[in-house]
Structure formats: structure tokens, C-alpha cells
């Protein structure tokens, strides 16, 4: 089974999926609906088959797959994971079919996304088109071992994140998009520059040019230059990632994206920041990370705090959730420049279960926009009387977002503070601050919308459901569809429990935080002996 071209088949299959369910006719909603999720579950099967196939004791990259594509530059199509590439394309596996799932009332969930009347069937095809794009390109990104072929998969990401932000997300949606699409494109232009000069370096050595993963790290690159490609690679991953002070994107980009997208956008997307850290920075430029690891670790720090003071100002949900996630890639950067084994397994583990923790609590934080037809957490209160499931569901999520012992998080940053405190005992010790401000503003938010005496809110437009509006263009003027769901006057909403395709959905993730909260050695045997190898090239021994 080891000789099945998984992770081509990985790329293919919801890049061919794409084209067809952008190919459908307009009307047939519930045919691209189908069609998606079923070629979302194929890419979830084809994952799980990948890590059964994967063997922890074997090579470091495994399910190989190499094809000369510009031999005349030394650049082939060239596919592999080792462990920490496999828990992410899990990840992926996993979240895009409940992504899909949550959309299924809309083509663009989330009471807050504004479309123009009209629209919605070309919406529902274009949408979840853009979504298996966006699945390919995940996989591509997170697969390759060809340093050009991660470049173009770094940037081809872009492309659908920006449609699905720019056209089906909230009110300043253009802005957003914008905005995530210029940061991310001048990170990319800096790494592109770097990815050149690591060429040069390789043909002055090895007397050709290559991309090739294996081949570039066995080269002896003088460390003044080696700082220099540092740095290009660097910045574009921090400004992935993000770590302050290259993080103001993702709060608008988070906020204005639908809820889909906004779940993809922070649970997978930002993980290709840490990920090439651990891929790129550390093995390609061992000398330079331990020259720049104070830098990065102040930062990491700064981030905990700072994005946790601004979480807890927040009145909007949405940015909330994107301000934590700022705050826990804090943690993440901490424990891979730790330079411990300890730390940086946990901080594999803080990306796969960062994914799953804050994947479910912007699915929830989704569903009570819905209802409500507002993000902001002052139009709530006594949500729980009505829809008791909902509540539970949020507070499991809110949990594992605070990393409560018996939650996957915990495992996580506990791993990540015991790693680093030996090496970096000034840092872990300023971080753990973050977990105390971590618990006000979530079990804050909680309690502001979900208990207290209920609050008269802004019902969703009339003809709509529980899954939110269809939605209408910008009022004109520059008027927001924010300053209708805020308008003065309010009425009282009925808050309609979770449904079963909405259990369904929240399910899966609820289950993967209890499991792992108790149980995370299965990925922890996974990630330890990628970690370790990577640490060997870094010259790291502990």
C-alpha cells in the first residue's frame, strides 16, 4: 500500500473536483453541495490510508513521489511527508468535509456574509469550488520537497482564500481580502528572493542548481549568508503564522471571511508559517536560527501577551477568536525555538490540536451569528436556556481553547513549557501568563452570551433560517450590513437548538478533544522521530 501514490492522489483528487463542481450548472445547488462534500470525504479517507501506510521507524520521508518538471532549473515535482507534514495533511483531511458541512444551509455560512441578491446559485458552485482549490493547494503545500514546488503551493494558496474572503465574506470584505492577499504576497516576494539565492548557494557548491530538500540541507552555507536567506524565508512565514508585530492581517481577515473560511484560514493556513519554520528555517539555516532564536523568542512572548490583552477588549466574537489564535502561535514559535525535542513535539501537537480546538469554536461562534444576526458578544445573553446543546458545545470548545487540563490544548502546552523552561526558563516562565489571560477571555465570552438575562437582538432577515440571510450588498454610501445587524431597535430571538446536521458536524471535533486530551500518544508517536530529526539537523542534542 506504501507504493499508492497517496499524496498525489491527495492534490488531484479535490483539485479535479474543484473544476467540476465549478463546471455545474447554475441551479443545481444541491448537486455541488453533494459533489464537494463527497470529494472532501475521498481526501479524508486518502489521509487516513496515508498514515496507516506511514511507518514511525522507517525513513524520515515517506510516500515519496518525484518527477523531473524544469530539469533545466533542477525543479521536480517532488512529493513526501515525515510525521509533522502527516499530522497536518490529517488536519486538513478532517476539517474541509466538516467545513462543508457547516455550509451546507448556504453557500457562504454565517448570518454576517453579504452577497449580492441574486447570486446564491452561482455563490453555492463558486464556493465550495474554491474551498477543494483551496483543500489541493493545503495538501501541495504541506507535501512538497522541492523548495520551488512549496514556493508556488505557498502562493497558489492565496488565490482561493482571497475569493472566498472578497466574495463571500462580511461587510469589509474587500479590505480583508485585500489586506490578507498584499501581506501575504509581499512575505511571498521576500521568500522568493531567498528561494533564488539558495539556488546560487547549491550551484556555487554542488556545481548545479537544485530545490531539492535532502540536497539543500547538506550544504555548508556560510553563516553570514546564511542569516540573509533566514530572514527571507522568516518573514514571510511569520507573517503566516503570524507573530506580532506582522499579524495585524488576520483579525480583519478572520472577522470579514465566512465561517468556513475563517475556520481553514486559522485552523490549517497559518499553521504553514510554523510549519516552515520547522521545515525550512531550522535544517536549511541551523547557524542563523540559533543567531536570530532571542529575536524569535521575544516575539513569541510579546505575542502570548499582547494578543491576549487585545482578545479580552474585544466586543466582536469573530476577532476574539482571531486574537487568541494569535496568542497560542505565541506558544507554538516558543516551543520550536526552544530547540528542545520536548518542546518542539508540543508545539506539532499545539498545531494540529490549535486546528481542532479553534476550528470548533469558530464552527460555534458561526452557528450563534446565525441565529442572532450579530457578532457582537453584547447582543447576547441567556443562550443557554434556549439551546442547552449549543452552549455545551461552545463551553467544550472555549475549554480546549484554554487549554483546560483533560482538553488535547493542555497536552500541548504543557509539552511546550516543560520543553522550553530548561533551556529558556525567563520565557516559559513571562508565557505562562498568556494561559491565566486565556481563561478571562474565554470564560468571559462565555458567560456574557451564554448566561445572564437574555438580550433583545437583531432577528436574521426575514425568509432566512437558522443558517442566516442570504444576505445583501453594501448599503449604499459605504453603510455597512454591521450597522443594520447593530441598529437601535431589537427584538427578542428564539434560539433554535443545534440540528442533527450541525451535531453531526461539531461531533467529530469534540470527540478528537476529549480523546486527545487523554490519549495524544498515537500522534505524539508520529511527530517525536520527525521532531528529532530536524532538531539533528539544527545540531540540537536534547
Not at 444576526?373 to 461552545?394: E, M, N, T, W
Request: aromatic share 10%; proline share 6%; charged share 10%.
Amino acid at each position: 500500500m506504501s507504493d499508492f501514490p497517496f499524496l498525489v492522489a491527495m492534490i488531484a483528487v479535490p483539485a479535479v473536483g474543484a473544476a467540476a463542481v465549478a463546471a455545474l450548472p447554475k441551479g443545481r445547488e444541491l448537486l455541488a453541495k453533494q459533489l464537494a462534500l463527497g470529494v472532501s470525504l475521498v481526501v479524508l479517507v486518502l489521509a487516513v490510508l496515508a498514515a496507516v501506510a506511514f511507518d514511525t521507524g522507517g525513513d524520515r520521508f515517506q510516500l515519496t513521489t518525484s518527477v523531473a518538471w524544469i530539469p533545466d532549473f533542477g525543479v521536480d515535482f517532488a512529493l513526501g511527508v515525515d510525521g509533522i507534514a502527516l499530522v497536518m495533511l490529517l488536519l486538513v483531511g478532517l476539517l474541509v468535509p466538516l467545513v462543508i458541512g457547516a455550509s451546507w444551509e448556504d453557500g457562504a455560512p454565517g448570518a454576517d456574509t453579504v452577497r449580492e441578491a441574486g447570486t446564491e446559485a452561482r455563490s453555492m458552485r463558486f464556493f465550495f469550488a474554491w474551498l477543494l482549490l483551496l483543500e489541493a493547494f493545503m495538501v501541495g503545500v504541506f507535501a512538497a520537497t522541492d523548495v520551488f514546488l512549496f514556493y508556488v503551493f505557498f502562493e497558489a494558496m492565496l488565490v482561493p482564500m482571497y475569493f472566498l474572503i472578497g466574495s463571500f465574506g462580511g461587510p469589509r470584505r474587500q479590505y480583508a481580502a485585500v489586506k490578507f492577499f498584499l501581506y501575504s504576497l509581499v512575505g511571498g516576494l521576500i521568500m522568493l528572493a531567498a528561494v533564488i539565492g539558495l539556488y546560487v548557494v547549491s550551484t556555487s557548491e554542488l556545481g548545479e542548481g537544485t530545490f531539492a530538500f535532502d540536497a539543500l540541507r547538506e550544504l555548508d552555507i556560510d553563516p553570514g549568508v546564511q542569516k540573509l536567506l533566514f530572514l527571507g524565508f522568516f518573514v514571510a512565514f511569520a507573517i503566516k503564522a503570524p507573530l506580532v508585530p506582522l499579524h495585524t492581517w488576520l483579525p480583519d481577515s478572520a472577522a470579514e471571511a465566512p465561517i468556513g473560511g475563517a475556520v481553514l484560514l486559522v485552523g490549517i493556513l497559518d499553521k504553514v508559517g510554523t510549519f516552515g519554520f520547522l521545515r525550512y528555517c531550522l535544517p536549511l539555516f541551523p547557524d542563523a536560527s540559533r543567531y536570530f532564536a532571542p529575536m524569535v523568542l521575544v516575539l513569541a512572548v510579546v505575542g502570548v501577551l499582547y494578543a491576549a490583552l487585545l482578545a479580552m477588549g474585544q466586543s466582536d466574537m469573530k476577532r476574539l477568536v482571531a486574537y487568541t489564535s494569535i496568542s497560542h502561535f505565541g506558544f507554538i514559535a516558543l516551543g520550536i525555538f526552544a530547540f528542545t525535542t520536548e518542546a518542539a513535539t508540543g508545539a506539532v501537537l499545539y498545531m494540529v490540536n490549535h486546528g481542532i480546538a479553534t476550528g470548533l469554536l469558530f464552527l460555534v461562534v458561526g452557528m450563534l451569528i446565525a441565529r442572532g444576526g450579530s457578532r457582537q458578544i453584547g447582543d447576547y445573553g441567556g443562550v443557554a436556556a434556549q439551546a442547552p446543546k449549543l452552549a455545551a458545545v461552545f463551553l467544550v470548545a472555549g475549554l480546549a481553547s484554554l487549554a483546560l487540563p483533560g482538553t488535547n490544548s493542555f497536552v500541548s502546552e504543557f509539552l511546550v513549557l516543560i520543553g522550553s523552561f530548561p533551556e529558556r526558563p525567563v520565557y516559559a516562565i513571562v508565557a505562562t501568563a498568556g494561559i491565566v489571560l486565556a481563561a478571562l477571555y474565554i470564560l468571559l465570552m462565555y458567560q456574557r452570551t451564554m448566561h445572564g438575562p437574555a438580550r433583545g437582538v437583531v432577528a436574521p432577515l426575514a425568509g432566512d433560517g437558522p443558517a442566516g440571510p442570504a444576505g445583501t450588498a453594501d448599503e449604499p454610501g459605504g453603510a455597512s450590513a454591521t450597522a443594520v445587524l447593530t441598529a437601535p431597535a431589537r427584538t427578542a430571538v428564539r434560539f433554535v437548538d443545534l440540528s442533527r446536521r450541525e451535531i453531526a458536524v461539531v461531533a467529530p471535533l469534540v470527540v478528537l478533544i476529549l480523546v486527545l486530551g487523554v490519549q495524544p500518544q498515537p500522534l505524539l508517536d508520529i511527530i517525536e522521530p520527525a521532531v528529532t530529526a530536524t532538531l539533528s539537523d539544527l545540531g540540537a542534542t536534547r
